[in-house]
Structures are given as structure tokens and as C-alpha cells.
């Protein structure tokens, strides 16, 4: 019978769980899809190392999915008690009629485990589809064969779904329990006469807190976007405390002197509904300063989340086709004292890339007919610390790990020109007696740069060159997948002549080249033929350096994996912190319209219509829903550039609004759900007569 009764109670109130049952369902469906990934990966045909990345992936959202869990079994929780708060009367009724407190704990129970069921059979179909579009979006981002790709369903990600929620469940009903235990029939007899007390705030002490936490909020902003270079790790924590702290101060503040700063705009107060709106208004912020804060931080780090986890895969995609203009580099150690030895100890240390390949046997029809080899230098005199000077000490001081007794790279102006014109670089033309500093190292090339507008002279035997230009240009020898050319020296031709063999010596021989094949297949078979080079083939063709190689398979391979992983990571905390924020406030929004439905009620008697009703419904709701998240709105604007001066030792800085779009599409479908549920929901209790 009791069970009977709980079927009952779930269909006469569905309308009242719609935002429970929507919470959960969605929160399943997430939480199965990003579990899923697994199952597809077997049939996706990638190499080893790109399988070793998924792997990863997959591994490091299971222990996401931990903190998740939590973040959805508070979630549920909240939503619980919501629930019972809103039925306090119903429960009233049962023990009056002479059912005992076990006897409601089994009719929730009954509820729950209904609730359990119905709302993980909905999710896991959700997720089961779902899966199979993260599934293409994963071997998109990837490059994968698809030919392999089939239907499928993850029994450990439903066992691991049913397993984590199956707990929260459990703890639901033991809280259910517990707080039955501790109501009284008179207390559930009088609920709706209960309502959260409003302390009244000293509205010029408010003014003065709200004026102080800006200061501190605006000192905060500076800190992490104007002043970012001066930032440490515990000054970051600091700011990070100052942020929670003044968010929480602001929400406090407001609802004290709000009110009364639009009272004294008379006609706007007194102008239709308004009055009543801003006192409800003011009363719902008044009595949920704390959720509001944590809902405000939540948005902040959704939006942020997001924001960089998009930008990070864009701005990599389009720093990879610019950083790997070719399919591969080979170099190799020359004249220049390898650690242990000197250039006279190893006989091939004079051979260039191409040379060695010969002598081992590789036939160079691998690569097309425009390979280009080229030869860096270095002077023993000629270090970073030299070319620096007086700048060395603040570099020193910026980069603490960088070694300053290493040899400047150099190189001639036609050599490099005819390796950028073989990338797609800017070509330079030199003029006597000067030089040219390369570096797309931003952080290093602001150093530089300083030290190029002082005029730093270059002294290579007998000599001295002058900065042609006050800043560095753009170019790198290196196919990489971040901007990492710290500094090459181009010099003219005729000073590489001279100074051969006395105060230069030849450092590296470097080889740049495209495979001849045109398939991803031939070119991964062309590419293990050079990377299968050994000790044992160098020792057997009689060489004893060795060759390096960097290819743009491994760089893709390695850089969109973790991209990939950042990325899929942000989006599930994203939208995990964006669902639990918007269901937080829509169950205290439908909690505050339950106990006010008598003052709507009085609305009605007075001869308000129905219409003037909703509109103040909606504006009170519009704002309530508004003043979080127009806060992290702003706090994300300083979040943001925070976030790319961050990512800016990786990533050049791009221009974010299209993944700013895309998160705001994201915020506005999901916010809009709530809120328009959430709207339903308050109009369909007040309208209860």
C-alpha cells in the first residue's frame, strides 16, 4: 500500500520534481557520456602513442568523475530538501490520519528508489546516444579512421553511473530519515507559516561594506591582469581568496541598502508592480547571500573553464599549421665539442645530415625533391648572457631556470632564407655591417627587445655587427608545436666566411623535409624507416654521432591529445558547475514561491490581474537569475585575460570571442532551460488557489 501511495505521490506531483527529475537526468546522461569514452576507442583505428593519449584521457576523467559525484550528490541533496520542505503539510496530514514517522520514511523511501530508477533508465538512454556523438568528436580531434566505428554501450560506464548514484540515493534516504525524525507534528502543521528570517542590515554600513569589497575586487582584477608579471603561487591564492571573500561581501551588501537606494527614486518604486517585486527581491538575496556567492563562483569558473578549454584546441590547431610547416626535421651534432669529447675524437663529426643518411643507406627518395639542408653556428664568446648585458639580471630574474652560459645560435642570411622560403616565412635582406635577432618566444622577445632598442653590439672575431631593426622578427629553424625559438643571430654571408674555423665554429647541421608519400599510411611508414635509426645501425655504418629527428606525426600526435584532454575536462566540470549552479537557484526560487504564494494570493484579492502577476513573477525571477551570473560575467573578464597570460608560455595570445560565442551558447541554452522550467514551475504553485 505504501508503495502504491509513493506511485501516487510521484504522479500528482511530477510537475514539482520537473527540476529535480531534470537535474538528475541530466546530470546521468553527462556523467555516463564522459565515462563512455572507452568504449570506443578499441575501434578506432590510431597509433599507439595517440591510443596511449586516450587512455590517459579517459583515466584522468574517471578521477574527475569522483569530484563530480560530489558536486551532483550535494546537488541532489538540496533538491531533496527542497522537496520536503514544500510537502511538510502533506506529511502532517499523514501522521494526523495515524501513520508514524516510519511509515512516511518508507513512503519517501518508495519515492526515491522510483525517482533512482526512472530518472537513471531516462539518463543512461540519454547518455547511451549521446556517447556516440562524443564518440565522433573524439576521433575528430584525434584524426582517427572511423571505418571501424559502431554502435556500442559501456557496461562499465553504466555499472560505474548506477554505482555512483546508486550511493547518493542511499545517502538521500538516510538524510530523508534523519531529518524526519527531527520535525514535530506542530512544526509540520505550521511550515508555511515559517519562513527564513531577514535580518535588516544598517543600510550606510551596507553602502560602506559594498564600496570596500569593490576596492578589494578591483585591486584583485589588477593584480591578475596589469600587474600579472609580478604575480607569485601564493599571491595567486591570495587574490583567489580576496575574490571569494568580496563576492560574498557585494551579494551581503546589496541586500541592505539596494532597497532603499530605489525607494528614493519614487516614481520608478511606485510604478506598477515594482514595489512588491523589489521587496520580494530584496528578500530572496537578503536570506541567500551564501548560495548566491557559490552559485556566482560557479558560473566564474564555468564560463572560465570553457572559455580556455575552447581556446586552448583552437589556438593550438592554428599554432600547429603554423609551426610545422614540414613533415620532418633531422639534425645533427658538427665540428662544435660534444660533452666528452672534442670535434678531432669523432671522425664523422664533419658530415652534414645528408651525408650521414647516405653513409647509412637511406634512400632520400623518402622525401621530395625541395628538402633543404642548412648549418647553424655558434661562437664560443657569443652567449645569451653576452648578447643580454645589463638585461641579463632581469631576465635572470623572470626565467630562473634559463642557463645564460649558452652559446647564441647563428646563422647566415642566406642559409635561413632559403629554409624560411621553404616554410612560408618573411625573407630577410641584410644590410653590412648589421644583424638580425630572431625570436617567436614572446616572453623572451620582450627581454630581447630591450636590449635590441639599447643597441647591443655583436662582436664575432673581428666583427661588429648592429642591430638593424629595435625589436626581433618572426622565424624558427625548429618544427614545433610552441612558440620556442629563443633567439637565432643572422649575420651577413661574408662574416661566416671569414670567421669559419676561428671565432665560429659549425654547431649543427639541420635537415628539413615532406615525405614523398602523400597518405597518412605512407608517411607513418617513411617516418619509422628514419626513427628506427639506432646506435647499432650508426656503430655498423661506422658513425658515432648521433641523429635527432622531430616529426610533425609526433607533434600533432602528442599536442592534440592533451589539448584534446584539457578540453573535454573543461567542458564536463563546465557544464557539471553550470547545471548545479542553475538548478540551485531555480529550487530556491521555486522554495521562495511556495512560502509566498499567499502574498500573490493578496495580489489576486486586491484585483490584480493574472497578467501584471506574471510580468512581476518574471522580472523578480529575471533579476534574481541575473545578479550571479552578471557578476561572473565580470569576474570572467579578468578570469579570462588572467587565464591567456597564463597560457601564454604555450600559446600565443588569440583573440577568444568565438569560444567566448560558444560558451555563451552553452550558458544561455542551459540557463534557459532552468529558467523557463523554473518560471513554469513558480507560476503553476502561486496560481494554486
Not at 579512421?145 to 553504466?158: I, K
Not at 531577514?198 to 575586487?217: E, G, I, M, P, T
Request: aromatic share 12%; proline share 1%; glycine share 6%.
Amino acid at each position: 500500500m505504501l508503495f502504491k501511495l509513493s506511485f501516487k505521490n510521484i504522479r500528482k506531483s511530477f510537475k514539482d520534481y520537473m527540476i529535480y527529475f531534470l537535474t538528475l537526468i541530466l546530470g546521468v546522461a553527462i556523467f555516463y557520456v564522459f565515462n563512455a569514452l572507452d568504449s570506443q576507442q578499441a575501434m578506432l583505428a590510431v597509433s599507439s602513442s595517440t591510443k596511449g593519449i586516450m587512455k590517459l584521457m579517459v583515466s584522468m576523467l574517471s578521477g574527475v568523475s569522483v569530484g563530480v559525484a560530489f558536486v551532483l550528490g550535494f546537488l541532489i541533496i538540496y533538491a531533496n530538501n527542497f522537496l520536503i520542505k514544500r510537502r511538510k503539510k502533506e506529511f502532517a496530514v499523514y501522521m494526523t490520519l495515524g501513520m508514524g514517522k516510519s511509515g512516511v520514511s518508507k513512503i519517501l523511501f518508495g519515492e526515491t528508489v522510483m525517482i533512482g530508477c526512472i530518472s537513471l533508465g531516462i539518463g543512461l538512454l540519454i547518455g547511451v546516444f549521446a556517447s556516440q556523438f562524443m564518440s565522433i568528436l573524439v576521433a575528430k580531434m584525434f584524426e582517427a579512421d572511423m571505418t571501424a566505428f559502431v554502435f556500442t554501450v559501456s557496461g562499465d560506464a553504466v555499472i560505474k553511473t548506477m554505482i555512483y548514484f546508486g550511493i547518493m540515493y542511499l545517502i538521500v534516504i538516510l538524510f530523508n530519515t534523519a531529518m524526519l525524525s527531527k520535525y514535530q507534528l506542530i512544526d509540520l502543521l505550521h511550515a508555511k507559516r515559517k519562513v527564513e528570517k531577514s535580518r535588516l542590515k544598517n543600510s550606510y554600513f551596507a553602502v560602506l561594506v559594498f564600496l570596500l569589497a569593490s576596492l578589494f575586487l578591483s585591486y584583485a582584477y589588477y593584480s591578475v591582469t596589469i600587474d600579472y608579471s609580478r604575480l607569485s603561487e601564493s599571491k595567486i591564492m591570495i587574490m583567489i581568496g580576496i575574490g571569494c571573500v568580496t563576492t560574498y561581501l557585494i551579494f551581503w551588501s546589496l541586500s541592505g541598502f539596494l532597497l532603499k537606494l530605489v525607494q528614493k527614486a519614487g516614481r520608478v518604486y511606485l510604478r506598477g508592480l515594482n514595489a512588491f517585486i523589489l521587496r520580494q527581491l530584496n528578500s530572496n538575496v537578503n536570506t541567500s547571500v551564501f548560495s548566491m556567492t557559490i552559485i556566482c563562483l560557479l558560473f566564474f569558473v564555468t564560463i572560465c573553464v570553457l572559455s580556455a578549454g575552447f581556446s586552448v584546441t583552437s589556438s593550438l590547431k592554428k599554432q600547429l599549421t603554423a609551426l610545422t610547416p614540414v613533415d620532418i626535421n633531422i639534425y645533427k651534432s658538427l665540428d662544435w665539442p660534444e660533452e666528452g669529447h672534442t670535434p678531432e675524437q669523432i671522425e664523422d663529426s664533419g658530415l652534414s645530415v645528408s651525408e650521414t643518411l647516405d653513409r647509412l643507406g637511406i634512400d632520400k627518395e623518402l622525401f621530395k625533391e625541395d628538402w633543404v639542408e642548412t648549418t647553424i653556428y655558434a661562437a664560443p664568446e657569443y652567449t645569451v648572457e653576452k648578447f643580454l648585458g645589463t638585461f641579463a639580471e632581469k631576465a635572470a630574474a623572470k626565467f630562473p631556470r634559463m642557463i645564460f652560459s649558452t652559446v647564441e645560435d647563428i646563422m647566415g642570411i642566406s642559409e635561413y632564407n632559403m629554409l624560411a622560403e621553404r616554410y612560408g616565412l618573411p625573407v630577410y635582406t641584410l644590410e653590412e655591417g648589421k644583424y638580425i635577432e630572431l625570436c617567436d618566444f614572446d616572453d623572451i622577445a620582450a627581454i630581447r627587445n630591450e636590449a635590441l632598442l639599447a643597441g647591443t653590439k655583436v662582436e664575432i672575431g673581428n666583427y661588429t655587427l648592429e642591430p638593424q631593426y629595435t625589436e626581433c622578427q618572426y622565424g624558427f629553424v625548429n618544427i614545433s608545436n610552441l612558440h620556442s625559438n629563443s633567439g637565432i643571430t643572422l649575420v651577413p654571408d661574408e662574416v661566416i666566411e671569414a670567421e669559419l674555423g676561428k671565432a665560429l665554429g659549425r654547431e649543427k647541421s639541420f635537415f628539413a623535409a615532406d615525405y614523398r608519400a602523400e597518405t597518412r599510411e605512407g608517411k607513418a611508414k617513411a617516418e619509422e624507416t628514419i626513427l628506427s635509426i639506432d646506435g647499432t645501425q650508426m656503430a655498423e655504418a661506422g658513425l658515432e654521432c648521433d641523429l635527432d629527428a622531430m616529426s610533425k606525426i609526433a607533434i600533432y600526435e602528442s599536442s592534440i591529445g592533451l589539448a584534446t584532454i584539457a578540453t573535454f575536462i573543461a567542458i564536463y566540470l563546465g557544464i557539471i558547475f553550470l547545471i548545479a549552479g542553475a538548478a540551485l537557484l531555480a529550487l530556491k526560487e521555486l522554495s521562495e514561491s511556495a512560502d509566498n504564494k499567499e502574498r500573490y494570493q493578496i495580489l489576486h484579492k486586491i484585483g490584480v490581474d493574472k497578467k501584471m502577476q506574471n510580468h512581476a513573477l518574471l522580472w523578480q525571477m529575471g533579476i534574481f537569475f541575473g545578479f550571479p551570473m552578471f557578476l561572473a560575467v565580470i569576474h570572467s573578464i579578468f578570469g579570462i585575460q588572467f587565464a591567456q597570460n597564463v597560457l601564454s608560455v604555450m600559446y600565443r595570445k588569440e583573440d577568444m570571442i568565438d569560444m567566448i560565442l560558444v560558451t555563451a551558447a552553452i550558458l544561455v541554452l542551459i540557463y534557459g532551460i532552468y529558467f523557463i522550467a523554473t518560471y513554469t514551475g513558480c507560476k503553476r504553485i502561486i496560481e494554486e488557489r
